[in-house]
C-alpha cells in the first residue's frame, strides 16, 4: 500500500507523490511504467511517472471514484509491459555493441523503445544490410549463450577510469553512475532496467533500417520466432518462382536493373512516337490531338507543352486500365481557358481534374472519340 501525500489535478489527470512507489520513471531511453492505482473508493489508469528533482509524480486518469491527500491506495503494476520494455531495452544494449563490432565509425544519437518494435538512431558514412545481418548473428549468438547481465554503480570519478564504458557523462546529474554490464561484452551506463541473463531476450530480429535526418533508424524486435515464420513465406515462394537456392536477392536485383532497363527503353520508344504529331486547323487555331495507352504522364505533359507555341489547342488522352486521362494545353495568345474547357467535358462524362488557363488535366468515363469531337465543337463555337 502507499499514502498520497500531495495531489494536483489538471482537467481529467490527478498528479499524485506517494510515500513509496514500485513504478519507474522513464529513463535511459525507456518509457516510464504503466499500471493502475486503486482503493475500494477510487480506481485509476496510472499512464505515466515523472521524476522532478526527487519527486516521483503519477499521472492518473481517474475511472472510478475522487483522490484525496492521506488516501491509502494499492499500486499495481503492468507487469508485462514492463517485461516486454526489459527485454527490449536489453535487446537495444547487445544489439548495438554488435553493429559497433562490423560498423566502425558508428555513433549513438539516441533510442526509442516500444512494446512491440523499438529503435535505434545512429550516425555512420554507410550503413548496409550485410552489415546489420552480421550484427544480428552475433547479438542473437551471444544470447544463445545466455551470458550474465550485471548492475553496478559507480562515482563519477570512478567511470573516467573505466576506458570500454558507453557513457554520455555530460548527461547524468546525479553523483553516481549506474553501468550495465553484458558479461565480457559491453558496458553501458544506463538507468533502465535489464534482464538478468541474455537468454531471457530469447532473439532479436532487424526488422528493417531507414535514413533519418542526418543518420539512420534501425529498427529491431523480440521474440519473434512466429513472426520469422511469416517472414519466410514470401522468401520460400520467390525461391520457387525465381528457381533458386541461394540467390534469391541477387536474382531479384537482376530482375529490377533488367525492368529498368526496359522502362528507359520504352521511354524513348514513347518519346519518339510523339515525333510528327499532325494537326487541323479551326478557326486559325491549331488543333492538335492524340489517343494513347498506358503512357507515361510526364512525357505526354512534356510534349503537350513543346506543342502549344502561336495559336494552339493540344489535347491527350491517355486511356488506363481505371480511366481515361485527359490533357487540354491552350497557348497564351488566344482567347481560350483549359481549366474551363476540362469543367465542361468532365461534367458531360462523369470526370473530374483541374487546372489553370494555359494547363489542366483530369480523367473521364466515355469515348475518346467523342470527346475530341466536343473540344473541336468548342474551339469552333470559340466562347472559351
Known amino acids: 500500500m502507499a499514502k498520497v501525500i500531495s495531489l494536483k489535478k489538471e482537467k481529467d489527470v490527478y498528479i499524485a507523490e506517494f510515500d513509496n512507489t514500485i513504478f519507474r520513471p522513464a529513463g535511459g531511453g525507456q518509457p516510464s511504467d504503466k499500471g493502475r492505482v486503486q482503493n475500494s473508493e477510487f480506481f485509476g489508469e496510472m499512464i505515466e511517472v515523472v521524476?522532478?528533482?526527487?519527486?516521483?509524480?503519477?499521472?492518473?486518469?481517474?475511472?472510478?471514484?475522487?483522490?484525496?491527500?492521506?488516501?491509502?491506495?494499492?499500486?499495481?503494476?503492468?507487469?508485462?509491459r514492463r517485461n516486454l520494455l526489459t527485454r527490449m531495452h536489453t535487446a537495444e544494449h547487445l544489439l548495438f555493441k554488435s553493429l559497433q563490432t562490423f560498423i566502425k565509425d558508428l555513433k549513438l544519437d539516441k533510442i526509442s523503445l516500444e512494446e512491440n518494435e523499438s529503435s535505434i538512431f545512429v550516425f555512420s558514412e554507410n550503413i548496409m544490410w550485410d552489415n546489420?545481418?552480421?550484427?544480428?548473428?552475433?547479438?542473437?549468438?551471444?544470447?544463445?549463450?545466455?551470458?550474465?547481465?550485471?548492475?553496478?554503480?559507480?562515482?563519477?570519478?570512478?567511470?573516467?577510469?573505466?576506458?570500454?564504458?558507453?557513457?554520455?557523462?555530460?548527461?547524468?546529474?546525479?553523483?553516481?553512475?549506474?553501468?550495465?554490464?553484458?558479461?565480457?561484452?559491453?558496458?553501458?551506463?544506463?538507468?533502465?532496467?535489464?534482464?538478468?541473463?541474455?537468454?531471457?531476450?530469447?532473439?532479436?530480429?532487424?526488422?528493417?533500417?531507414?535514413?533519418?535526418?542526418?543518420?539512420?533508424?534501425?529498427?529491431?524486435?523480440?521474440?519473434?520466432i512466429e513472426e520469422l515464420y511469416e517472414l519466410s513465406k514470401p522468401a520460400r515462394?520467390?525461391?520457387?518462382?525465381?528457381?533458386?537456392?541461394?540467390?534469391?536477392?541477387?536474382?531479384v536485383k537482376n530482375l529490377k536493373e533488367e525492368n529498368e532497363k526496359i522502362k528507359k527503353q520504352l521511354r524513348e520508344i514513347m518519346k519518339a512516337s510523339l515525333e510528327g504529331i499532325e494537326h487541323e486547323v479551326i478557326n486559325g487555331?491549331?488543333?492538335?490531338?492524340?489517343?494513347?495507352?498506358d503512357y507515361e504522364m510526364e512525357i505526354l505533359i512534356k510534349k503537350a507543352g513543346e506543342l502549344t507555341n502561336e495559336k494552339s489547342v493540344v489535347v491527350f488522352i491517355n486511356k488506363t486500365k481505371k480511366t481515361n486521362q485527359l490533357v487540354i494545353t491552350v497557348s497564351k495568345d488566344i482567347?481560350?481557358?483549359?481549366?474551363?474547357?476540362?469543367?465542361?467535358i468532365t461534367s458531360r462524362y462523369n470526370g473530374r481534374g483541374g487546372g489553370k488557363k494555359e494547363f489542366s488535366m483530369g480523367s473521364f468515363e466515355g469515348d475518346a472519340k467523342q470527346v475530341f469531337?466536343?473540344?473541336k465543337r468548342i474551339i469552333k463555337i470559340g466562347n472559351y
Open 51 to 80: 521524476k522532478e528533482g526527487d519527486k516521483f509524480l503519477h499521472k492518473i486518469i481517474c475511472t472510478k471514484g475522487i483522490l484525496n491527500v492521506n488516501d491509502e491506495v494499492e499500486l499495481v503494476l503492468n507487469e508485462k
Open 132 to 224: 546489420l545481418f552480421k550484427a544480428e548473428e552475433l547479438a542473437n549468438k551471444i544470447i544463445k549463450e545466455d551470458r550474465k547481465i550485471s548492475v553496478h554503480v559507480y562515482t563519477k570519478n570512478d567511470v573516467e577510469n573505466i576506458s570500454e564504458l558507453r557513457i554520455k557523462l555530460d548527461r547524468i546529474k546525479e553523483e553516481t553512475v549506474r553501468v550495465t554490464e553484458i558479461e565480457n561484452f559491453d558496458l553501458s551506463a544506463c538507468s533502465g532496467t535489464h534482464c538478468h541473463t541474455t537468454k531471457e531476450i530469447e532473439n532479436v530480429l532487424i526488422s528493417g533500417f531507414y535514413t533519418a535526418n542526418d543518420g539512420y533508424e534501425i529498427k529491431f524486435k523480440v521474440n519473434v
Open 237 to 251: 515462394e520467390l525461391r520457387k518462382l525465381l528457381s533458386t537456392n541461394d540467390k534469391v536477392v541477387q536474382t
Open 285 to 293: 487555331i491549331k488543333f492538335f490531338k492524340m489517343e494513347f495507352t
Open 335 to 344: 482567347n481560350y481557358d483549359a481549366s474551363l474547357i476540362l469543367k465542361d
Open 373 to 375: 469531337e466536343e473540344i
